[in-house]
């Protein structure tokens, strides 16, 4: 009884500790950021890269880009998969859609920066750019007999030209200035620039509370919940309910809860980049400089968005709700269990398995990535957990690039839409990539040598692109001499 | 009589647009038998790259995004 009670509270304490600390700052631009992409970025701008007479060097670069910018939830994901592979630049570009979605896309990205380090969030980027290129490019040239019988319809799908307006450019930009103000952990941010004094005499009790309900063992990499973080959770509690009902029917219109809400979201974010310090007898508040960059971002978020169409302005907040709909709820069960989990895990475990990197330990940590299924972004909070467990960077990134790319319900839609044959060709290539690319991070974690592994990347894409266009030719003069 | 159909595997926005557009239809007055499409290969058979998608008579009318009440209805009575 008393065991599971401790687990209970090892969930509950991971919870709060996480909804305090790390959401905010990044998780609501996030959703914002997506909302806008989903909303304000017309399809079209990308897709009229995709046709079917796009040459390579334009196709592939353009599937990234529409992997990174317009697939930020399956409902864009699996139509344009298809649509790519069927009416659009064939089997290569659309794998490289595909694989580098759930990796390339703002919310991954803003995620892992601010969960497990800068520099993780850049290699996840990196190595997925140019093995989705690779991995697509491969399955092209395995399959390129399938895709030579490709039927000549015509592709009026992905003929519409459009253009991003100003205003969402603007929109889409200041929003990314807010994320980066808001995580970004440099000087002239994290200095002090003024500070004022509250007489709030519980200040230092409530903060003792609160470490006496969250207790903490700094040496796991567990963190307790600030008093600054339970106001920032009461916020976040407060969003909620007004967003409810502001945001549910926002198609037909905004109402006063919509107002409260993003007034709300906007005082979230700075209270957020305030630092209060209590000590006996009162309360410091000190304005960073964080304070400042979020609040003339917020400004020029504001500034941009009262010019787009009212219509835009709503499907954006549509959007937005509606990911933190999709993903918040799962996103907070995720993290809860895995605080149980942390407490159940030994160190001793994870370091014997995957504390060193090898072959073995990154093929162990993408097994797991295949056959856990975690939902959306889960996979984030998994791998933090096991970093603190002591897993080294390297099987670390191999199961980061497996997960989200390999789950049953992913690997299903692919089979479904290409075929078993390509499928499990594809399911294969992403095991093998993982590894590889996992045991390249930990090699270049442990010795530093990028020049010489950005190198043999390149070289490795190079190599395919010109087996591609000797392969397109020959067929193209196969098409001539028939 | 007409017929309206919702395509999407069945996330947040198909039902949201299923329920926009059952309101839309009911507060036009307008009769429609309402089809849920979740197949992937009958949803790839209208040029879409977004879901959920609206299909009036076997016309697609919009498609990635929820359209309001009042489009729905205009798209109906045409």
Redesign the interface.
Known sequence: MNSVLQLLNGGAGNLAAYLAAHVLLCLVPAFFIAGAMA?LIP?ASI?RWLGRTAPLHVSYPAAAAAGSL?AV????I???F??IY??GSGLGPAITFLFFAPAGNIMALAYTGSLLGAEFAFARFILCLLFGIGIGMLMSLLFWSDDARHDAQTD??FADEARIAPAAVGVLLSLVAVLIAGTLKLWPLTVTIGAIDLPLSWAQSWQDTLFRWVPFDETKGEEGVSLQGSLLIAFLVAIGVTAYKGMENI??GSNRWTWTALTLAALTLLVAAMRFTPYPGGLEIGFTGRVFAVGFALWAVWHYARRLAAEDCR?WL?EAW?FV??IFPLLVIGVFVVGIARELIQPQWVQALAGRNDLLANGVAVFFGVFMYFPTLVEVPVARMFLDLGMHPGPLLAYLMSDPELSLQSIL?VA??IGRRKALAYVGLVAVFSVVAGYLYGFWVDRAGIGNLGLGLLVFVAVLAFAMRWLNQRRRNGIQAA | MLTVKILGPGCANCRKLEAVARDAAASAGVEAEFVKVSDMKAIMAYDLMSTPGLVINDTLVSSGRIPTQAEIRQWMAE
């Open positions: 909303s399809k897709t317009l939830c399956s409902c864009t699996v139509p344009l298809a649509g069927r009416k009026t799908l198609v037909e499907s549509w509606r709909k999709q839609m479904a839409v």
